[in-house]
């Protein structure tokens, strides 16, 4: 691989890298395939929230590391050094500081390398199939109505994956949601203090856990 597809250069609002979009947007379409092979061999998704953290991250035996920081300077430091560290690396468009959640900003994120865009806004994720990455609907599980919000999301669009929050809220919904999408992988998230707690979530058929405690990153 070639360093220029890992370092596009960004000048006067333009990209100038066409030919290294092209190679990124086939990266993208088999790091989505590789989605589903990494997800099914891991319970742990590391949720880094600073720089610190990364580093814990990189250094730990996670598979799939969600960015929900980061800003237009940094953004594709942070994702090279989880790519180099052979580490599926997924963003939250939600979180990131200086950039909108727009089509172009989508397509600024892949080509810096993410293979993933988590977010609860369904033009997102739009542009980030558009995009060929891997797309993660967040919603929170607060009542029946959000459940019912979230089946209709899925009737209009359906992603890769749903992730759930928080974690404890999973259990309680996640037949109602595998009724309808069987294939759709579910992730639960958000106030996850303890490995029983995790096993519990698996227990209840969760692909996968997201956890923010660099302690948990150890599956």
């Known amino acids: 691989?070639?360093?220029?597809?890992?370092?596009?250069?960004?000048?006067?609002?333009?990209?100038?890298?066409?030919?290294?979009?092209?190679?990124?947007?086939?990266?993208?379409?088999?790091?989505?395939?590789?989605?589903?092979?990494?997800?099914?061999?891991?319970?742990?998704?590391?949720?880094?929230?600073?720089?610190e953290d990364l580093q814990r991250a990189l250094?730990?035996?996670?598979?799939?590391?969600y960015l929900l920081f980061g800003n237009?300077?940094?953004?594709?430091?942070?994702?090279?050094?989880?790519?180099?560290s052979g580490k599926l690396p997924l963003v939250n468009a939600d979180l990131l500081q200086g950039i909108s959640r727009d089509a172009h900003a989508v397509e600024f994120l892949a080509n810096c390398g993410t293979a993933g865009i988590i977010s609860t806004n369904h033009e997102t994720l739009r542009a980030a199939r558009a995009q060929e990455l891997v797309t993660v609907l967040r919603t929170f599980m607060i009542d029946s109505a959000s459940l019912e919000s979230a089946r209709r999301f899925l009737g209009h669009f359906q992603p890769d994956a749903i992730e759930l929050l928080p974690a404890i809220a999973?259990?309680?919904?996640?037949?109602?949601?595998?009724?309808?999408?069987?294939?759709?992988?579910?992730?639960?998230?958000?106030?996850?203090?303890n490995f029983k707690q995790v096993e519990g979530l698996i227990a209840a058929k969760v692909d996968a856990v997201s956890l923010s405690n660099p302690d948990l990153w150890l599956v």
């Open 1 to 51: 691989m070639e360093p220029l597809t890992l370092r596009a250069r960004i000048s006067g609002g333009h990209l100038h890298n066409e030919k290294n979009a092209a190679e990124m947007g086939g990266r993208a379409a088999r790091k989505k395939h590789h989605w589903d092979e990494v997800l099914n061999s891991t319970r742990i998704i590391a949720a880094v929230r600073n720089v």
């Open 59 to 65: 250094d730990s035996p996670v598979k799939i590391v």
């Open 72 to 84: 237009p300077l940094n953004i594709r430091t942070m994702l090279q050094s989880v790519r180099d």
């Open 170 to 193: 999973a259990p309680l919904v996640i037949d109602r949601i595998r009724e309808s999408y069987p294939e759709l992988h579910v992730i639960a998230g958000g106030l996850v203090t």
